[in-house]
């Protein structure tokens, strides 16, 4: 582990600077994403290559070196365990708290870190008519970090949340499964993982998200689907994930 943060460093460039302007067309970028329709009113949106390599670079050591990160204690069926990944999330004023799994984390001032103002202005930019005032940072520090299936579907964020997701660092697969039918029990007594191994199944999807690329959630995507980061087998660096939403006041 310690060589891949070795190499990971290689790469890194300077820490971003808040009054730089921006070297590139995040609506240009944009333009080169692809939606996915995954039906009923669900819709993906992702861009591969969304940000510049070196501007990512700086932006992924500044987030890895200067947020606050915090690994809670969670209460999931009646057992704590500890969360499986670094997280920190900063809220506008007067917004309310989020809870989840029995954690209310601290809301910290987007004025306490400028240079995610700076990634929040970029994604604005490239998805015209988003509001985000919140923002959900995951730190995964190597290959047994990950993310459970789970959909942000609290009330807090509406009906129809969008939620733009960029990732720095090592690239890591994104799944989304579709939650099973109330009219279609039977799919429930399905294991798991033969319904992982199905191929060109319309109820499975799966993303590389690689560093500085894009995905967006819309539409009914949270009330009828799931999606994860799950561990991996072989050794991988630090990944860093922003997820940007809007929380109704």
Same mark, same amino acid.
């Given at each position: 582990m310690n060589s891949l943060r070795l190499k990971l460093k290689a790469k890194s460039g300077p820490e971003p600077s808040t009054s730089k302007p921006f070297e590139f067309d995040p609506c240009e970028s944009a333009k080169k994403g692809k939606s996915f329709d995954l039906g009923h009113g669900s819709e993906v949106f992702h861009v591969p290559r969304f940000l510049p390599a070196d501007r990512s670079w700086a932006w992924f050591d500044y987030i890895n070196k200067h947020i606050p $990160?915090?690994? @809670? #204690?969670?209460?999931?069926?009646g057992r704590h365990l500890v969360q499986p990944r670094d997280s920190c999330y900063i809220a506008a004023d007067g917004l309310p708290a989020i809870s989840y799994n029995?954690? #209310? @984390?601290?809301? %910290?001032? $987007? *004025? *306490?870190? @400028?240079?995610?103002?700076?990634?929040?202005?970029?994604v604005h930019k490239a998805l015209p008519g988003s509001r985000f005032n919140s923002l959900?940072? =995951? +730190? !995964? *520090?190597? =290959? =047994?970090? !990950? /993310?459970? $299936?789970?959909?942000?579907?609290? /009330?807090? %964020?509406?009906? #129809? @949340?969008?939620?733009?997701?960029v990732t720095f660092g090592c690239e890591?697969?994104?799944?989304? +499964?579709k939650k099973p039918s109330k009219m279609s029990p039977a799919s429930n007594d399905e294991p798991k993982s033969k319904r992982l191994r199905k191929s060109h199944d319309p109820?499975?999807?799966?993303? /590389?998200?690689?560093?500085?690329?894009?995905? /967006?959630?819309?539409? !009914? #995507?949270? +009330? *009828? $689907?799931?999606?994860?980061v799950p561990k991996r087998a072989k050794p991988m660096s630090i990944r860093i994930n922003l997820t940007f939403r809007r929380v109704l006041p």
């Open positions: $990160w915090s690994r @809670p #204690t969670l209460r999931i069926f029995g954690h #209310t @984390p601290r809301a %910290y001032s $987007w *004025d *306490d870190f @400028p240079p995610l103002k700076d990634i929040l202005d970029t959900v940072l =995951n +730190r !995964y *520090d190597g =290959n =047994n970090d !990950y /993310v459970s $299936w789970h959909s942000d579907d609290e /009330v807090l %964020y509406g009906l #129809t @949340p969008e939620i733009a997701s890591r697969e994104f799944l989304l +499964r109820d499975q999807h799966s993303f /590389v998200l690689k560093h500085g690329s894009l995905l /967006v959630m819309r539409g !009914y #995507t949270q +009330r *009828d $689907w799931l999606h994860s």
